[in-house]
């Protein structure tokens, strides 16, 4: 079990990650008010406990041509282990699906989905998603605007 943060420390070390994960040491010590050694070891205690998951860098979808995003909704035809499995191994290869979640409800997962166009979405459920034998249907909405777009 992740062990919880200890203080408002942790928490402002958080803050100021997820704000700028390139910030240097000393940098992040000054904003937090600990000097560099105490404050790196907590950084370090957050990253081994799990809490810090990893670094990443975002980029642009426009790219590599991704300019379109939907959102499809996923029912499998029967909720069983072989066809969860089937479905859930798919989509871990599958480059145009940036997240995909298993959901209550009356559809089993909900995708996100980027492709080139209009044209690249259809041969993506035409090629992908419709040919596992474990999806009864599909359902998908395009995104027109994105009003708000936030990694913890």
Not at 20 to 26: E, G, K, S, Y
Not at 76 to 99: C, K, T, Y
Request: net charge neutral; hydrophobic share 40%; glycine share 6%.
């Amino acid at each position: 079990m992740q062990q919880k943060m200890a203080d408002d420390f942790d928490r402002k070390i958080l803050h100021e990650l997820r704000a700028d994960a390139r910030i240097t040491n000393n940098e992040l010590a000054e904003r937090i008010g600990l000097s560099p050694s105490p404050c790196l070891r907590r950084v370090r205690r957050l990253e081994e406990t799990g809490i810090i998951r990893g670094y990443t860098t975002l980029v642009d979808p426009a790219v590599f041509g991704w300019t379109m995003v939907a959102i499809a909704t996923i029912r499998l035809s029967r909720q069983n282990e072989d066809e969860i499995v089937m479905f859930e191994d798919a989509i871990r290869g599958w480059d145009e699906v940036l997240e995909c979640h298993l959901v209550t409800g009356s559809r089993d997962y909900v995708l996100k989905v980027v492709t080139g166009g209009l044209d690249q979405y259809e041969r993506f459920i035409k090629e992908k998603i419709a040919r596992l034998k474990c999806v009864a249907s599909i359902e998908t909405s395009f995104v027109m605007n994105t009003i708000k777009e936030r990694r913890l």
